[in-house]
């Protein structure tokens, strides 16, 4: 099948493009635009003006939940809500039941995407065996088999000298460490941000000291073993610090941010509404600034979801014994899109963290136009206004803070290899 997208605002940000153009697409790659014979029948023109053309935007912290609890998600529905959110790529998180911490089980995941995955999946393997932090998994046979990334997200690896051990092993692959930053110590039994409100809620807080002592300790040990560091979900005005400097210093050292964690304040959890519940937590109003700055100045890399979808028994509960977690595919694009709308963030920043950064950080194909990569393209209507229905979401986990909440900027097609697999927010398949 080949396409013409014509007449859209391209922003490639690999390649510094941000102007009216048009991208051709055959054989499931980006072909030269020049060489189009449009008396050619077998071209579907796709008219994009007025709209965003970016390269496919890529999700590189997701929970899919299979294998083992399907019942909260699953590879394929975890792939449609993707591509219904705009995303051609994403990345799963090790901590299924069993753990993706042999090739065994990253093998499973590869081939079941390969099977029913609307978008491309990408494993990323456990560091430790179990999520344990006793002894290190076999990472040779995680790489063997397709991970593009290590990490125990979820919980911590609390020794120091196992992560010491992970990042050192990890860099004989140049594989990345994804490190879930809680001293556990200081975020035992905590249910929302340490600050003016937990007092006034009357709920045990967490506070921001547990996540920017262990980026502290994380970044030391990068500094220590050469390895790549890359810090998940980062939530703390602290934690932003520490990795500012370490980038100054030269060190190997990314980090990702939530659109929940730039968007929404520990002021609401007053609702006691346990889709608000998360980890690390919403932050106060002076934290969601610093990340703000830290995007607009480079220090974030990327914005991933943590797409952490539950049942609905485990959040429509008391808030206190509510799970941790919030469904994130299905609004992330357009959270950071009405973001933009309302000049918060910027457009191209935000494409930018979306594709080539998170593409450069994995070492994957994808994040950019160049003539010959993959057709993986997600096309914005930043003028569309959209109220979010968790009825409608593609994904088995219907815990989104965002419901009944309008939002205005919204992908509006999904292309992978060349395929259309979502269009106006319903999926194709």
Known sequence: MKFLIKN??????????????????????????????????????????GFIVAPGFIDMHVHLREPGQEYKEDITTGSWAAAAGGFTAICCMPNT???VDNHVVASFIKERARKSALVKVWPVGAITKQLAGEELSEIAGLVSAGCVAVSDDGNPVKKANMMRNGLEYAKMFDLPVLSHCEEEDLSSGGLMHEGLYSFIYGLKGIPAAAEAIMVGRDISLARLTGGRLHICHISAAESVELVR????EGLPVTCEVTPHHLALSDKIIGSYNGNTKVNPPLRGQEHIDALIAAVSDGTIDCIATDHAPHHIESKDCEFQTASFG????ETAVAVCMDMVNRNILELNRVIEMFTSKPAGILRIKGGVFDIGAPADITVIDLKLKKTVDVSTFY???????????????WPVLTMVDGKIAAQNGKIII
């Open 8 to 49: 859209g605002r391209v922003i490639d940000p690999a390649n510094k493009v941000d102007d009216i153009r048009n991208i051709f697409v055959a054989d499931g790659l980006i072909a030269d635009s020049d060489n189009i014979d449009t008396s050619d029948k077998g071209v579907e023109i796709i008219d994009a003006s």
């Open 97 to 99: 039941d069993p753990v």
């Open 395 to 409: 994904s088995k986990g219907k815990n989104s803070p965002f419901h009944g909440q309008e939002l205005t900027g």
């Open 326 to 329: 919030i469904s994130g595919l």
């Open 245 to 248: 400097r370490a980038k100054e």
